[in-house]
């Protein structure tokens, strides 16, 4: 009964955020379950109900995050892009928005740098950019770009987006501050590489 009570009041997902936030401020090492419990207002032991172990919960994290992303990808694939923007343009604006928008889930899923937690990271990350430049590949045949059969030109393309979020992160500004640069970012890693070398 008290487990049950337990479960509703501290879910999953309430936790998960908690311990999002502690992961980006503390670093991964400087928290505990006890930590997070504490955070949270509850003991420690209310959080092994859910999660055995800190690694466990980390994942999840990342795992949830990574899916996140994954699925505003699909949703920008099935949709026209915005007006004077090519489909590939508006996956890489829509992948920026989500960085600056969601601050705490890009830097756990591409900017810690923990070594104990890198390898939870890794595989996520190589799916994501796998997803990624499938969904461009495919968008850079539609519209006949230049340099579609350019091996190189989907990781460019995701480094210069995480670039991006990485320096505009720091100063925790929204999408909408920044989104004439972003646009034009975007515009110059679509164009910028073949009309520099055309």
């Given amino acids: 009964m008290a487990r ?49 172990e800190k690694a466990e919960l980390f994942y999840a994290i990342v795992v949830k995050d990574f899916e ?5 990808c699909e949703q920008v694939a099935k949709r026209a892009p915005a007006e004077g923007l090519t489909k590939t343009e508006q996956l890489m604006l829509e992948f920026i928005k989500f960085g600056l928008e969601h601050p705490h889930q890009y ?14 990271c890794r595989s996520e990350q190589t799916k994501c950019f796998n997803m990624f430049e499938s969904i461009v590949r495919s968008f850079l045949q539609e519209e006949k770009h230049p340099m579609e059969n350019n091996p190189s030109l989907p990781l460019s393309m995701f480094l210069g987006m995480h670039g991006f979020i990485s320096y505009y992160i720091q100063d925790r500004l929204t999408f909408e501050e920044i989104k004439a640069a972003a646009v034009a970012h975007v515009k110059i890693l679509s164009h910028g590489c073949y009309r520099i070398t055309s």
Avoid: N, P, W
């Fill in 4 to 52: 049950r009570a337990v479960d509703q009041e501290l879910s999953r997902e309430r936790i998960m955020e908690a311990a999002r936030h502690l992961f980006i401020t503390k670093g991964y090492r400087g928290i505990s379950m006890r930590s997070i419990g504490q955070h949270l207002g509850y003991s420690h032991g209310s959080l092994y109900y859910h999660f055995k």
């Fill in 107 to 120: 830097e756990i899923m591409f900017m810690l740098r923990d070594e104990e937690i890198l390898a939870y």
């Fill in 68 to 72: 996140s992303l994954t699925h505003l």
